[in-house]
């Protein structure tokens, strides 16, 4: 099966890297530099995107920024087979009018694709349910929705999470060098942390892990009891609302 990227951005990259042993990949995108990058790295074709561009029986995976919809959609001739959008915000009833496909998914990967770990949440026409967990289980895992309003909410939660996440660490580690380790140290211990959370979370609910940690006036209750202080789970939880209504915002543009 042949895939057709428009766009060659991080995430185009990041999902080439994850498909390109898998599947047969051109990319069309309007940055020449960084087409023979990819090119390049990942053997796959590429062009620059011109006056036009024939879509026609393409399976496309559409990776252009939302606001620069309108100005590719012109350029577009024919229509597609299938169109996997990773664009945020972005109705399929829109991307039905500005890139024509006999069927059409909205997929929300994250950068983590490029080590085939992003989780990767689906909605769209349920013929192309299977096919599109197919595609994006190359590149991690995935979830299929049942409306577009929750792929909307999931963009805040596994798209934006990555950066939400960084900020964690990030923090974690100033808190180490605050209390006196050496940077490198500090950002050595973060990284081990995150390393062995993700399988901890694979068969245990967050709440359990946290009981799990936190002994009776000990080193975590304290810690934690901070944080409560300072209001960092309301401000996580205000955090995916937010990209939740800028999702929404986008989506009327």
């Known amino acids: 099966m042949k895939l057709t990227f428009i766009g060659n951005g991080n995430m185009a990259e990041a999902l080439i890297a994850g498909l390109c042993e898998n599947y047969d990949i051109e990319v069309y995108g309007r940055n020449n530099s960084s087409l023979e990058k990819i090119a390049t790295k990942y053997k796959v074709e590429t062009s620059l995107i011109n006056e036009s561009l024939d879509i026609t029986a393409k399976n496309i995976i559409l990776c252009v920024k939302p606001n620069s919809l309108d100005d590719l959609s012109p350029k577009l001739t024919g229509v597609a087979n299938t169109l996997f959008s990773v664009l945020a915000g972005t109705p399929l009833a829109t991307l039905q009018e500005k890139v024509p ?3 059409s998914v909205r997929a929300m990967p994250n950068l983590a ?31 299929w929705l049942g409306s577009e ?3 909307d909410i999931a963009t805040g939660v596994a798209g934006s999470g990555p950066a939400f996440l960084a900020l964690v660490a990030e923090a974690l580690s100033d808190g180490g060098v605050n209390a006196g380790l050496k940077r490198d140290d500090a950002d050595k211990l973060v990284q081990g942390l995150f390393d062995g959370f993700a399988p901890l979370l694979q068969d245990n609910k967050p709440s359990s892990i946290k009981d799990g940690v936190m002994s009776p006036g000990g080193t975590t209750a304290a810690g934690y009891a901070t944080l409560e202080e300072n209001n960092t789970r309301n401000s996580f939880i205000k955090a995916i ?10 989506g009327k543009k």
């Open 113 to 143: 694709a490029k080590f085939n770990k992003s989780m990767t949440t689906l909605t769209g026409d349920i013929s192309l349910h299977n096919q599109a967990i197919t595609i994006f289980n190359a590149i991690g895992s995935t979830l």
């Open 101 to 103: 496909a006999k069927q």
């Open 149 to 151: 309003k929750e792929i």
């Open 241 to 250: 609302e937010s990209a939740y209504k800028r999702a929404v915002e986008l």
